[in-house]
């Protein structure tokens, strides 16, 4: 078996010098207003408004750490290309991490205990604390998949502009496309083989481990469709600018050498939504986790 490495000690290359520290974030009262203002469609009523704790700060700076390790281990395991793991989307990644940490604490997301999980096992708090994707099929962002019958989340995904059929990729879309696929054509992913719909007429194998009926699908953090001014700038400014992340001038510059300005901000607000799809992904149990992607496909691909 694997060697567990040590979750406490995530590899310190993977974090820009000037990194922001997940419980500052937390301590900035127009920080968190601003994640309450872009998230708050698929955030459960009332989950993010109670006071934020002296636990809650301490559990998000080693859930920050958690995740670097995890981070590390995804790039380890699932990217085997070793030239890739320098790519300036995981840079970017890493850098805000600590943003991801302090959003899970906020909304959560995670765990009350932290320090008590292993490596392999979920860090993710039960599925009454997200919003049912049926509550906010405009939105954007990246969502979650939960096992009604073994009552484990299995998968992670991302909902962003790409479109099909000329509709905006939604979550209501994208639930909708994964409906289809694990109908039509179960065979083709390791999800859908592995959750095929109850009606299909295709060979799934013996990879089945429940049926796609059974699948709940919810929110992780998502935005409006039309997100609004206000809106972009939470999203695509820095955090010294009013946003919640943080845009380096490495990575800006990297996007902005090809794109026009508006383009930019599209394709940061899909760096965002892999973001989230990731971060809830590493977040995941290991052995009830669907995927084995690496995740951030396009721009791994496109953007190489």
């Not at 997301?109 to 708090?125: A, F, T, W």
């Not at 083709?188 to 083989?193: D, E, L, T, V």
């Amino acid at each position: 078996e694997d060697q567990e490495p040590d979750r406490l000690a995530p590899d310190v290359t993977l974090v820009a010098a000037d990194a922001v520290v997940a419980s500052e974030l937390l301590r900035n009262p127009i920080w968190t207003d601003d994640a309450r203002t872009l998230f708050g469609d698929t955030i459960v009523g009332g989950l993010a408004d109670t006071d934020i704790s002296q636990d809650d700060i301490d559990r998000a700076d080693l859930l920050s750490k958690l995740l670097l390790s995890r981070l590390r281990r995804l790039k380890e395991k699932r990217l085997l290309n070793a030239d890739k793991h320098k790519h300036y989307a995981l840079s970017w990644y890493a850098i805000n991490i600590p943003v991801m940490a302090a959003l899970m604490v906020l909304f959560k997301h995670c765990v009350g205990n932290v320090s008590c999980i292993k490596m392999d096992e979920c860090l993710l708090s039960g599925p009454e604390n997200f919003v049912d994707v049926d509550e906010c099929e405009d939105h954007m962002g990246a969502y979650l998949v939960f096992d009604t019958v073994r009552r484990v989340f299995c998968r992670s995904g991302k909902a962003h502009s790409a479109k099909r059929n000329a509709a905006p990729r939604t979550f209501g879309v994208r639930r909708k496309e994964h409906e289809e696929d694990a109908l039509n054509s179960p065979e083709k992913s390791n999800f859908h083989s592995s959750y095929p719909h109850k009606n299909t007429r295709c060979d799934t194998g013996d990879a089945v481990r429940g049926y796609f009926n059974d699948l709940n699908f919810k929110a992780a953090l998502g935005w409006k469709h039309n997100v609004g001014p206000t809106g972009s700038k939470i999203l695509a400014s820095s955090i010294s600018g009013g946003g919640l992340f943080v845009w380096d001038a490495a990575t800006l510059n990297r996007l902005g050498s090809t794109k026009s300005c508006s383009e930019v901000k599209q394709v940061q607000m899909d760096l965002v939504a892999y973001l989230i799809e990731s971060t809830y992904d590493i977040a995941l149990e290991r052995s009830k986790n669907v995927s084995a992607s690496a995740g951030w496909e396009r721009f791994l691909l496109e953007f190489a």
